[in-house]
């Protein structure tokens, strides 16, 4: 079976400070892979995503990166965290192809700015 | 621009009431449309609906969708306190990577 991690659960960092989110997919090849943001008490803001390796898609311009060095990992990194930054994080994978798929997350990354 | 709209933001009921939760959408190309739960950490998943007028149901819950008026209601009928968490719809466009557009979500708070 499919299963998908993601870590660390909590970071708190200050501002300027680097950062790095790590997640991984186990049991399926070649997903799409997505990182959803999730302010306070709103829905979910797609970040980035990725349908093959080296292959990453912005939906919207920020201070944050991602990368996808290998088929089942993706990582999302900034250089220099900003206080508006701070929020849950959320990994998310699916079934590559364009079949209808439930999208899956990960148990997310709250990080806190300060 | 993609668009999905829930209503209410946010409600409080009584264990054992029935409550319904609203989606509303604009896409482009519609694909599907899914409802999700987030009660601590990852949301989960409910109800994938594709065509309209079939209801989909699991236990106390179950959705419906109106393509032609662009809308969805998630039912859950004598709620418990387990109910409690965030509802999450999102609806998912033909075109591009097969990324879903998420509503702001439907806090709801079931009271003992």
């Known amino acids: 079976s499919q299963t998908i991690h993601q870590w660390p659960a909590t970071l708190v960092q200050p501002v300027g400070s680097p950062l790095s989110l790590e997640c991984t997919v186990e049991?399926?090849?070649?997903?799409?892979l997505y990182w959803y943001r999730q302010a306070a008490g709103r829905g979910l803001q797609l970040l980035f995503y990725?349908?093959?390796?080296?292959?990453i898609s912005s939906e919207v311009p920020q201070n944050l990166s991602a990368s996808r060095p290998q088929d089942r990992q993706f990582i999302l990194s900034s250089k220099k965290l900003l206080l508006s930054d701070s929020g849950f994080y959320l990994c998310?994978?699916?079934?590559?192809?364009?079949?209808?798929?439930?999208?899956?997350f990960g148990a997310g990354s709250r990080l806190t700015v300060l | 621009e993609d668009k999905v709209v829930q209503s209410p933001l946010s409600l409080v009921v009584h264990e054992g009431d029935t409550v319904t939760l609203n989606c509303s959408y604009e896409?482009?190309?519609?694909?599907?449309l899914l409802w999700y739960k987030q009660e601590k950490k990852a949301p989960t998943f409910l109800f994938m609906l594709?065509?309209?007028?079939i209801e989909k149901k699991s236990g106390r819950l179950s959705s419906i969708l109106d393509k032609k008026e662009l809308f969805s209601i998630l039912n859950i009928t004598a709620t418990q306190t387990g109910d409690s968490a965030v509802y999450l719809c999102?609806?998912?466009?033909?075109?591009?990577?097969?990324?879903?557009?998420f509503g702001q979500g439907t806090r709801l708070t079931i009271n003992p």
């Open positions: 998310a994978w699916k079934t590559g192809g364009s079949g209808a798929n439930v999208l899956t």
């Open positions: 049991g399926t090849s070649n997903p799409n």
């Open positions: 990725s349908v093959g390796i080296g292959q």
């Open positions: 896409v482009t190309n519609f694909r599907s």
């Open positions: 594709t065509s309209s007028g």
């Open positions: 999102a609806v998912e466009p033909s075109q591009g990577a097969q990324k879903l557009v």
